[in-house]
């Protein structure tokens, strides 16, 4: 269409998902002002024309990951997606996230990836180590600190294909938000488990095909294939293919060696050696 130019802005034209799984896309024409984001316009088209769109968001700075969505068809945060990234003549089109099950309008369910959270044993020190004792080089403490960047948009899980195109994948593949956490917790120097067969075998490392569609949608410019999942993957091919190491681990591993001990507890000193 030809943009309108009224007396504060433009007027432009959005399509936006309504209804839920099955919904449709709708028409709307809308006022656009100068330096406005897409979440802005949505709350417009609240306030004076659909009071009943469902639009999930919270901080409005980038930081919360609440307001994720696809934007022509590209996952994006919409209170980072500044209405002059789209030329004047052009429609936007707002959906809701693609892999995960539509609640209503733009709102998605993404309690499957609260479910995969819940899988990944937690943070496990050294159990003779006390508070304040721990130490770790910069160059770790840096490594670690990319990945707690994350704000989990699941923009990363939502453009993922191995997901995103095979639902039957999701119950044995935990995505690269969640892969990035376990090799996070690999790589931290004070972290006792070895979560290189678990990664494999619990979490489906072995689905991931580093396409890097995870990393190019990231708000936060996180290296998610190159800095964990593909040195993840390395880790495990040593640990697993290996044959000296295969070897000397199937002759001298105790049992359950690579199976963290239970989400935030410590093991009792008395309790007896697998």
């Known amino acids: 269409m030809t943009t309108e130019t009224t007396g504060t802005g433009t007027t432009r034209t959005f399509r936006v998902w309504r209804g839920g799984g099955d919904g449709e896309l709708t028409t709307y024409e809308v006022e656009v002002n100068e330096g406005e984001v897409v979440l802005d316009v949505l709350h417009r088209l609240q306030a004076t024309q659909t009071p009943d769109l469902a639009v999930r968001w919270n901080c409005k700075a980038g930081k919360c990951g609440s307001c994720s969505m696809e934007i022509n068809g590209r996952p994006r945060l919409s209170c980072m997606t500044r209405m002059s990234t789209f030329a ?7 959906t809701p996230m693609q892999t995960f099950p539509v609640i209503r309008d733009l709102v998605c369910d993404v309690s499957y990836n609260y479910a995969k959270a819940r899988e990944i044993p937690s943070f496990t020190p050294d159990p003779g180590t006390a508070p304040g004792d721990f130490r770790m080089r910069q160059e770790d403490v840096q490594r670690s600190q990319e990945f707690r960047k994350c704000i989990e948009c699941f923009l990363c899980q939502n453009v993922c294909h191995v997901i995103r195109d095979h639902e039957e994948n999701k119950e ?10 376990v090799s996070e917790l690999e790589m931290h120097p004070e972290d006792t488990a070895d979560r290189r067969m678990i990664a494999q075998d619990e979490f489906g490392l072995g689905y991931c095909n580093i396409t890097k569609c995870c990393t190019e949608v990231c708000p936060e410019n996180i290296k998610i294939t190159d800095n964990a999942l593909i ?5 495990v091919a040593g640990r697993r293919y290996d044959p000296l190491v295969w070897l000397g681990s199937t002759i001298g591993r105790r049992k359950g060696a690579d199976t963290p001990m239970a989400p935030n507890t410590r093991k009792p000193s ?4 697998q």
């Open 172 to 181: 044995s593949f935990s995505g690269p938000r969640f892969l990035m956490r």
């Open 270 to 273: 008395s309790a007896p050696e």
């Open 231 to 235: 040195p993840m993957k390395e880790r």
């Open 88 to 94: 004047p003549e052009e429609t936007v089109t707002v």
